[in-house]
């Protein structure tokens, strides 16, 4: 009898800690998986300014280590200008709508890439600690355009362009507004959430794990990024947040976490109703609203009542 009870008990032992190393070497080839974007994985372009009725050009930049990166440059006659930058996985035609509707109240947008997204070099994702790179040779390349006004460049930031714009924009005095569509608040919080949401485990004890993994993998710490320790730098320059209170890609508190970690002048449109990047879709003349008046406000200025006039 003892040596049955013994021979179950090693059974069961040899059973967890093969599901132990079973669950941590999931969650490694998980970690891994979030910060790796090969090639031909990626979703590519679907549609182009042209299909919007939009000029444009193909332009490409450089970045600081050595990478090209795609994008599109919409012009516009008044100088004013804005950063349209994708989020997580995403690419250049993911902004194609607000392009369209920037451009049709006078504005010229930069629709950028970030690396290991869309046709860019590199196949690492690091959530802005490499990214803050890519928006420099962007903004960089607007610079040496005579047809743009360095004083009214702002961004607009989807899901994680969100979180980078805010980064960049607090080391960055000279852009001059940030709108934000569904920011990511922190890395910590949004693993959490796609734990639950995504995967449909608990964050703890597997979030950690994916973090830690993700982080070696990027060559990063993934507790260290946290748009709320930016975002108040920003100030005096104005913040526009925008969210959907039923997010259940980034945890859903995101927008109020950077409201309240942000300075004024900020605006805050929290819709109850709209999930992870819905705003525009269920809400669209709200959403132009909103974005095009804090544009006028803060980035055109006096141009906007000088084209009123004409």
Do not use: C
């Not at 910590?188 to 964050?203: R, Y």
Request: hydrophobic fraction near 45%.
């Amino acid at each position: 009898m003892k040596k049955l009870l013994k021979f179950t008990l090693l059974v069961i032992a040899a059973v967890l800690v093969a599901g132990a190393i079973a669950v941590f070497a999931i969650m490694r080839l998980q970690g891994i998986a979030v910060v790796t974007y090969p090639m031909s994985q990626r979703e590519q372009v679907r549609e182009t300014p042209t299909d919007y009725g939009l000029p444009y050009e193909e332009v490409m930049v450089t970045t600081a280590d050595g990478l090209s990166l795609v994008g599109w440059f919409i012009p516009s006659e008044n100088g004013a200008t804005v950063i349209a930058q994708h989020g997580y996985h995403g690419n250049r035609d993911n902004l194609l709508h607000d392009a369209s509707m920037l451009h049709r109240h006078g504005y010229a947008v930069l629709l950028s890439t970030f690396r290991a997204h869309d046709l860019s070099e590199g196949e690492i994702i690091t959530f802005g600690a490499k990214e803050v790179q890519d928006l420099e040779a962007w903004h960089q390349y607007l610079l040496a355009r005579p047809d743009v006004d360095p004083a009214r460049i702002g961004i607009l930031g989807e899901s994680m362009g969100g979180l980078v714009s805010i980064r960049y924009a607090a080391e960055n005095p000279n852009i001059r507004v940030v709108a934000l569509h569904s920011a990511l608040a922190s890395m910590k919080d949004s693993t959490a959430q796609a734990m639950t949401h995504f995967i449909g485990l608990p964050p703890f004890p597997f979030a950690p794990m994916i973090e830690f993994w993700a982080g070696k993998t990027a060559g990063i710490q993934i507790k260290d990024i946290d748009a709320t320790q930016w975002i108040g730098q920003i100030s005096p320059r104005p913040v526009l947040i925008m969210m959907g209170g039923a997010d259940n890609h980034i945890s859903p508190d995101s927008g109020q976490k950077l409201y309240d970690a942000a300075g004024e002048p900020k605006e805050l449109w929290l819709e109850p109703t709209a999930g992870h990047l819905e705003l525009d879709k269920i809400a669209p003349e709200e959403y132009e609203r909103r974005m095009v008046g804090f544009f006028d406000q803060y980035l055109l200025g006096g141009i906007r009542q000088n084209i009123e006039e004409k």
